[in-house]
């Protein structure tokens, strides 16, 4: 194995995209696991830069990173939490089992690796991948894609008409 730029950077990336998800899995306070979720989808898009999809990358910050993370923060600004905001009561023993399980899937992962090797065959993944991906986008998937367009807009106006009802059941009451 060689230790070249390249494989400190996925590291540093991967690393950073899978604390996030642990401190999403294990944050209580639903705009910390928001942060935690938008730290995760920006390594991803930097593991997509390493993998030399520049078009990926972009769109990953561009839709996940900024439009389905609105689209969470209007969600959680729309509904009511009525939740208790105590922490939870872990203790020392859940901890200790959390880094032993993070240490025995890091060892799992660097011996299942470790002697794997992959025939190297020449190929033309990142020629044109932009256009090859808007091709395929707009010819073969522009039913999926048009559809998934009308399914957000729903869930919105649908959100929109939830918290509506909550404010007028709470004015009738008063």
Same mark, same amino acid.
């Given at each position: ?25 294990? +944050?209580?306070? &639903? @705009?910390?696991?928001?942060? =935690?979720?938008? !730290? ?8 997509? *830069? ?48 959390? +880094?032993?399980? &993070? @240490?025995?899937?890091?060892? =799992?992962?660097? !011996? ?8 190297? *065959? ?53």
């Amino acid at each position: 194995m060689t230790l070249t730029g390249e494989f400190f950077a996925f590291m540093s990336l991967a690393l950073v995209a899978v604390i996030g998800g642990v401190l999403l899995l294990n +944050l209580t306070k &639903v @705009i910390h696991m928001v942060v =935690a979720l938008v !730290f995760t989808f920006v390594s991803i898009a930097g593991i997509y *830069v390493l993998l030399s999809a520049e078009f990926l990358a972009v769109i990953q910050v561009m839709i996940y990173s900024g439009a389905i993370t609105i689209m969470m923060l209007f969600g959680i600004m729309l509904t009511r939490h009525h939740g208790d905001d105590a922490e939870p009561k872990g203790g020392m023993l859940r901890k200790i089992a959390l +880094l032993l399980g &993070v @240490i025995g899937f890091g060892a =799992a992962v660097y !011996f299942g690796i470790y002697d794997l090797n992959f025939e190297a *065959v020449p190929n033309t993944l990142h020629e044109n991948n932009t256009e090859q991906i808007g091709v395929s986008l707009f010819s073969h998937y522009i039913i999926p894609f048009e559809l998934t367009s009308v399914i957000l807009l729903a869930a919105l106006v649908g959100a929109i008409v939830l918290a509506r009802k909550d404010d007028e059941k709470e004015g009738d009451q008063e």
